[in-house]
């Protein structure tokens, strides 16, 4: 084990990883090399969304991987196809790009939507709008769509073309907007900007202003899609109908994949040539995808992540501890804000035998497998709990 934890130097020195190495898991349960058992509340950042070892996901991926595991875009290959049709007809959208991963997937939509604009209206309306305390990928493009100017510090110079205003803040919004704006990007509930859902008024207002401008309204679902929030997506809680969708995490439930889905408006815009990935629709993921979508478009599992909603919030309000201020978020895409240092909870959690993540100085973010049993995420309740009150 030291040996192997001493490898770590040989990795970049990008993450400040919480030094265990992790072995295999069993449905919401992971394992260490040393034979530890730690309940999950992280979902590898929403990912795991079937938990691990999933029987109907395991048998999809390792059954096509023996049969064709790859054959680029030049060719078609049958789990795209169906995965296509799939997504497109629950999401109520027109087209769907398939890429590797959250990043490449907003990158995808921006250049949807910048092309969208320049054949209609010509040079120069190329501007998105984001929000502040936002997060939408690391690569060039996508870190400064990002509202956080803690990530943009060494990075310069970025693509030109974005501005960004506070969540909730209609006024600003407005301001905002001029004759170069050619879309707005927000998530649902911002994931790493501390679990915060946009309220209601908000989201209404944003259509509003794009149907008024011809604006583009695109949904970064990266971390809220695909069943977290107890609905099949994080705009479902607002009952509108963006013109983009990006995916990645959760759809993929464990391989890499990332997904741009666009409604009528937008099925024409992309033209051979104007985009693609080698790895996009690679048939072992996207066979995957199939057996995730299969599952979480289940209205009666939705339900079931609402109700595991309802466990955790009556049980932090039970608790009543003075160290606990707010308790947000939706379905299974829980922040807890505290007066402690979230990471010192992190690594209190970790010895007590419970994987949990953090989304700023004093967010807990939960984040557990769609499919954790009751039993399971009480017993990690306590856990946290008691990781909170004994700092
Ligand atoms: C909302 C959102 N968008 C985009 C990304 C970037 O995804 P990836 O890390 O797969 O590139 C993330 C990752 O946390 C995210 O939460």
């Known amino acids: 084990m030291d040996n192997l934890l001493g490898a770590n130097e040989n990795l970049m020195n990008t993450y400040a990883n919480l030094s265990i190495v992790l072995d295999h898991g069993k449905g919401s349960k992971l394992y260490d090399i040393n034979g530890n058992e730690y309940i999950d509340f992280t979902s590898g950042i929403g990912v795991s969304s079937l938990g691990y070892g999933h029987e109907g996901w395991v048998n999809a991926v390792t059954e096509q991987v023996k049969k064709l595991a790859h054959t680029s875009n030049i060719f078609l290959n049958e789990p795209v196809l169906k995965l296509a049709k799939k997504i497109t007809e629950i999401s109520n959208m027109k087209k769907v790009f398939f890429a590797n991963s959250g990043a490449e997937a907003n990158e995808g939509a921006i250049k949807l939507a910048r092309k969208y604009s320049y054949d209609k209206y010509g040079e120069g309306r190329n501007t998105i709008i984001t929000l502040n305390k936002s997060f939408h990928g690391r690569t060039i493009t996508t870190l400064k769509a990002t509202g956080q100017e803690k990530f943009h510090k060494y990075f310069y110079p970025f693509t030109e073309g974005f501005k960004y205003t506070d969540a909730n803040d209609i006024d600003s919004l407005i301001s905002?907007?001029?004759?170069?704006?050619?879309?707005?990007?927000?998530?649902?509930?911002?994931?790493?900007?501390?679990?915060?859902?946009?309220?209601?008024?908000?989201?209404?207002?944003?259509?509003?202003?794009?149907?008024?401008?011809?604006?583009?309204?695109?949904?970064?679902?990266?971390?809220?899609?695909?069943?977290?929030?107890?609905?099949?997506?994080?705009?479902?809680?607002?009952?509108?109908?963006?013109?983009?969708?990006?995916?990645?995490?959760?759809?993929?439930?464990?391989?890499?994949?990332?997904?741009?889905?666009?409604?009528?408006?937008?099925?024409?815009?992309?033209?051979?040539?104007?985009?693609?990935?080698?790895?996009?629709?690679?048939?072992?993921?996207?066979?995957?995808?199939?057996?995730?979508?299969?599952?979480?478009?289940?209205?009666?599992?939705?339900?079931?992540?609402?109700?595991?909603?309802?466990?955790?919030?009556?049980?932090?309000?039970?608790?009543?501890?003075?160290?606990?201020?707010?308790?947000?978020?939706?379905?299974?895409?829980?922040?807890?804000?505290?007066?402690?240092?979230?990471?010192?909870?992190?690594?209190?959690?970790?010895?007590?035998?419970?994987?949990?993540?953090?989304?700023?100085?004093?967010?807990?973010?939960?984040?557990?497998?769609?499919i954790i049993s009751n039993e399971e995420l009480e017993k990690g309740l306590s856990i946290l709990l008691q990781s909170i009150e004994n700092v």
């Open 176 to 370: 905002c907007v001029d004759e170069s704006t050619c879309a707005i990007m927000i998530e649902a509930i911002q994931g790493e900007g501390g679990v915060n859902p946009l309220k209601k008024d908000f989201v209404d207002e944003i259509f509003k202003i794009a149907t008024k401008k011809d604006l583009l309204v695109i949904f970064d679902e990266v971390q809220c899609g695909i069943g977290r929030t107890g609905k099949l997506y994080g705009f479902n809680n607002f009952n509108v109908e963006p013109d983009i969708i990006t995916l990645a995490k959760g759809l993929g439930a464990g391989l890499p994949i990332g997904a741009v889905l666009c409604n009528e408006k937008l099925q024409e815009t992309f033209k051979p040539g104007d985009h693609g990935s080698t790895f996009g629709g690679n048939p072992v993921v996207t066979s995957g995808a199939l057996e995730v979508l299969n599952i979480v478009s289940n209205d009666s599992f939705l339900n079931e992540v609402s109700k595991k909603c309802n466990l955790i919030k009556t049980f932090f309000k039970n608790a009543s501890s003075s160290k606990v201020k707010e308790v947000r978020g939706m379905g299974l895409m829980i922040g807890i804000e505290i007066t402690e240092e979230a990471s010192k909870i992190q690594k209190a959690a970790l010895d007590n035998g419970l994987l949990v993540l953090t989304a700023g100085p004093n967010v807990l973010r939960m984040l557990p497998p769609l």
